[in-house]
Structure formats: C-alpha cells, structure tokens
C-alpha cells in the first residue's frame, strides 16, 4: 500500500530568467538534480478542482489561516492508462501538508464519473487517501475546473536531503479540453520571461541560500498558480475590488 505524506515550508519568490540562469549556477555546489526527468526537467500537468462558488479560490486569495486545494496531476506526456496522482493540498499558515495517492488515470476518470461506486472498488494505493479526497468533493461540491501546467527544474540538497527548490517556468492554464493526456498546452498565466522559484525545507532555510537570494535581489512574493490562472481565464466572476496577481514584467497584466 502506497502512500505519501509531506509536510514542510514554502517559501515563494517571482524571478527572472536571468535570476534563475545565475542561482543555479551558484546553488551547483550544494544541489543535485531531482531523480526525476531528465537531470531534473521535467513537465508537470493538474487538474484542479473548483466549487460553483469560487470557494477554493476566495479561500486562497483571502489567504485564510487554513485553506486545501484538490488537483489531479500527471509528469510529462502520458496516456490514459499512465499514472496519475490525486492529492489534496492543505495549508496551514505558513506550513503545506500534502496527501497524495497514486492510481491510473484511467481510474481516477472513472471515480469522478461514477460518484455512487464504492470507493473500495477503484484501483488506488490508499483509500483512506481517496476518502479524504471524496469527503471534500462532497463538502465543496467540487468540479473540474481548469488545466494548469509548466516545465519544472527540481533541485535537491547535496547535504540537507530534506531541501528542495523548484523552478517553474512556461506557466499555461486552460479551461477547456480537461483531459490530462490533451497535454500542456494552454495560455500563458505568468509573464514567459518569469520564473516561479520554490525553496521547500522542514525548518528553516539554509544561510548559504538566504545569502545567494539576498545577493541576487531575489524578494519573496506570493505567486498562487490557481489564482493567477483563475484570474485570467475568469476574470469577469472576480469582483472589482480584489487586486489581481502582478506577474508580468513592467507590472500589471
């Protein structure tokens, strides 16, 4: 029985590609290439889930104490019968809990298509998982609502296991043909010569890092992909007082 818990700190910084280019040139003696993908690049695809009220991205924009988001996400080009990941991902304050089950894609279809199944008779790693994520569909009311994807550069610590940074850039988003096998394809949510950085770490950030951000000017700014994405592809549902995410270079959209 497969699963998977994580638990750590986020922070986020908006960066340029020039930003990026340099921080890992400099990070290169203390980080090693994800196992994953090709020396650490590979494309990462979700299905994120919405209520008929926008619960989940008032939720995050309000940046309530606590808040989760559930999304269905597969790496790179795959099929029906490829594997996929239903994860549920909950914050609170500044600490992010994750808990993922891994089944084929072709299951998790199946489950949003049949919500009367048994849970037990779908194909999953862990049901006590795919319970959690069937009581919130419930409670939320929650639908497919958009594709987001982008190309991931994923770097571990050499001597901290437990670091990880993510660069992604060539951030879309569409809100038809939500098909994960469709592939990445979509509009651009995030200015292309952007990068969202993330350092992820159980306690605190490494001084050696701190140091190289702070040289490079690189300054912390919440960039939520979802409600980025939201605002662009639903930007007549967001009332007019909300300040819209900034993340085009120049400023504004």
């Known amino acids: 029985m497969t699963i998977e818990i994580f638990r750590r700190k986020e922070q986020k910084y908006?960066?340029?590609?020039?930003?990026?280019?340099?921080?890992?040139?400099?990070?290169?003696?203390y980080m090693r290439a994800d196992i994953n993908?090709?020396?650490g690049k590979y494309t990462v695809t979700s299905l994120y889930f919405e209520?008929?009220?926008?619960?989940?991205?008032?939720?995050?924009?309000?940046?309530?104490?606590?808040r989760q988001k559930l999304r269905l996400r597969v790496y790179d080009d795959i099929d029906k019968d490829g594997t996929a990941f239903f994860e549920i991902k909950q914050k609170h304050k500044k600490v992010v809990n994750k808990r993922r089950m891994i089944l084929p894609l072709s299951e998790a279809y199946r489950y949003l298509d049949t919500p009367e199944e048994p849970l037990n008779h779908f194909e999953a790693s862990n049901t006590q998982v795919l319970r959690e994520i069937d009581n919130f569909r419930r409670l939320y009311n929650l639908h497919p609502e958009m594709i987001v994807s982008y190309d991931r550069h994923a770097l571990h610590g050499v001597y901290?296991?437990?670091l990880r940074v993510t660069f992604d850039l060539n951030l879309r988003c569409r809100e038809d043909d939500l098909l994960l096998e469709y592939g990445?394809?979509?509009?651009?949510?995030?200015?292309p010569n952007l990068v969202v950085l993330e350092v992820k770490v159980n306690d605190s950030v490494p001084l050696w890092l701190t140091r190289i951000l702070q040289d490079l000017h690189c300054e912390q700014?919440?960039?939520?992909k979802y409600c980025t994405s939201t605002e662009l592809l639903k930007s007549e549902e967001i009332p007019n007082e909300i300040v819209m995410e900034n993340v085009f270079v120049g400023g504004g959209r």
């Open 14 to 29: 908006l960066i340029t590609k020039d930003q990026y280019e340099e921080l890992v040139r400099r990070m290169s003696p």
């Open 37 to 39: 993908g090709e020396e």
């Open 51 to 66: 209520s008929p009220e926008n619960t989940i991205y008032f939720e995050t924009k309000n940046k309530l104490a606590f």
């Open 160 to 162: 901290d296991p437990e």
């Open 184 to 191: 990445p394809q979509g509009e651009h949510f995030i200015d």
């Open 221 to 224: 700014k919440s960039a939520s």
